[in-house]
């Protein structure tokens, strides 16, 4: 369903270039926020991030360049996002919290830009 929905929008004839059509290059360091307090159920769906994933793998962007992450390892290890460190086999999975710069305290507001249709 990504890969489809991602070759339909740029027109590309393979994932790997239809993510370059998005601005993606193999220098980028990426982060693929996910979802998981909702427990296995309710969070981001697996197949759905590693279809991010392998197509970033796929526009150059080095496993260890790509980084999945959420607040809490607890909800991610309940969810089953085990966090590791990337790797050249593989990407990392990562808790931001506690100590590696989530500041609950801090807001950040963003005015949405164009018209909603």
């Known amino acids: ?7 339909k ?3 590309a004839s393979d994932i790997g270039t239809a993510w370059r059509r998005l601005g993606i ?3 980028d360091v ?5 979802t998981t307090i909702g427990g296995p159920i309710m969070s981001s769906h697996r197949a759905v991030v590693q279809a991010i994933c392998d ?3 796929a526009a150059g962007v080095p496993p260890t360049r790509i ?4 607040k809490r390892a607890s909800d991610m290890r309940a969810a089953g996002y085990e966090p590791q460190p990337p790797s050249e086999s593989h990407v990392g999975i990562s808790a931001i919290f506690p100590g590696t710069g989530y500041d609950p305290d801090s807001i950040y507001k963003n005015a949405i830009l164009g018209q909603l249709i």
């Open 1 to 7: 369903m990504v890969n489809r929905c991602l070759l």
């Open 9 to 11: 929008l740029t027109s």
């Open 25 to 27: 290059t193999p220098h």
């Open 30 to 34: 990426v982060g693929v926020k996910i």
């Open 55 to 57: 197509g970033l793998i």
């Open 67 to 70: 980084i999945v992450w959420d």
